[in-house]
């Protein structure tokens, strides 16, 4: 051994000053390609010594058995919990499952599309949030288009607007609504949302499910009302701490996914804020942990496992020509010691 790093496909990208998604394509060989993009991976390649892994590229021979899962952050409770779903039906039928994280960052998404593409996988499953951004939604079905009419199969939870293919969709806006509902009928009038980056379709659908339902009602959610931070834990602890410092009045806070109403509820118990006797908190999704908070959480629960077992099972399923189809999974109010009436 000559002590020399090894020289990643994320080495080459940066070196030839190109997307991931470009440089996959050009060692891949799968789609065309500009002759100059072309020529500059092809020798920034050849600079850096690149070389393919080929365990990688030997699971292109056995392909026809593997089905890739593409999720935002695997280890978000959420994404596992519906990759367990997946998993369960892709093992009923002898499948191998290939999961990546994209960290929601949408070059990343694509480049791992096409890097299925190149190892033919069976099926590709996207189970992250979409986004509203036009230059992946071209890039995304610039990969997925030929896919499918090659045969691959392609199935998504969550809303993908321009992508027409199989979707398994969680009623996002629905829920959040009734969640307002039944915070309104607690008595409620003063709210506050914890969202992460409106360019995620889930974000979108959460927030304006909620914020439609309030204001039906005749109360007002402002922009102030709304702190935007990333989709996290740590992300729920930030926009908390900002919204305690701005001086909110609101009497709850509705965190758009569970994940960051536990960061919420850390920030909550630092400023020695008691919920919900000072301020009631809510989340989305019903991911196992909350319930054993203190106090557990009022939540939108999701069948989370089903969205992935009926993601897989449309993949399976799906024969050629077939139109694409949408299954619609609803969630259900949970109300937990986190939320009481305002005092």
């Known amino acids: 051994m000559n002590g020399r790093p090894h020289v990643t496909l994320e080495d080459v990208a940066r070196s030839a000053k190109v997307s991931l998604a470009t440089a996959s394509r050009v ?30 590229q030997a699971l292109a021979g056995a392909s026809h058995r593997t089905v890739g899962v593409i999720c935002h952050d695997v280890s978000d409770p959420y994404f596992a919990a519906i990759a367990r779903g997946v998993m369960r039906v892709a093992g009923d039928n002898g499948l191998l499952v290939m999961l990546a994280s994209t960290f929601r960052d949408p070059q990343k998404e694509i480049a791992y599309v096409s ?30 288009d030929p896919y499918r009419r090659g045969g691959g199969q392609v199935a998504v939870v969550s809303r993908h607007r321009s992508l027409k293919v199989d979707t398994v969709q969680p009623e996002n806006r629905e829920g959040a609504a009734e969640l307002a509902l039944a915070l309104l009928e607690m008595g409620h009038r003063r709210f506050a949302v ?106 939108v629960a999701l069948p989370l496992e089903e969205l992935g077992e009926q993601a897989m099972k449309l993949a399976v399923e799906r024969g050629p020509g077939t139109r694409s189809r949408i299954k619609r999974l609803s969630g259900e109010v949970v109300l937990r010691a986190s939320t009481s009436p305002p005092r």
């Open 27 to 56: 060692l891949n060989g799968t789609t065309n390609v500009r002759s100059d993009l072309r020529e500059r991976v092809v020798s920034a390649a050849a600079d850096l010594a690149y070389t393919p892994n080929a365990h990688a």
């Open 115 to 144: 890097m299925l593409r190149a190892q033919r996988a069976s099926a590709i499953l996207l189970i992250g949030s979409g986004f509203e951004n036009r230059t992946w939604e071209r890039a995304m079905a610039a990969e997925l």
């Open 194 to 299: 914890l969202c992460g980056p409106r360019a995620l379709t889930t974000v979108i659908d959460r927030l304006g499910g909620f914020r439609d339902a309030l204001a039906d009602a005749g109360v007002e959610l402002s922009e102030e009302d709304i702190v935007e931070a990333p989709f996290t834990r740590d992300g729920g602890y930030d926009a908390m701490k900002q919204l305690l410092a701005a001086g909110s009045k609101a009497t709850c806070v509705f965190a758009v996914t569970d994940v960051m109403a536990i960061g919420a509820l850390t920030a909550l118990r630092e400023a020695g804020v008691s919920v919900p006797d000072e301020l009631s908190l809510a989340g989305f999704d019903d991911i196992p942990v909350v319930r054993d908070m203190s106090p557990p959480l009022t939540t």
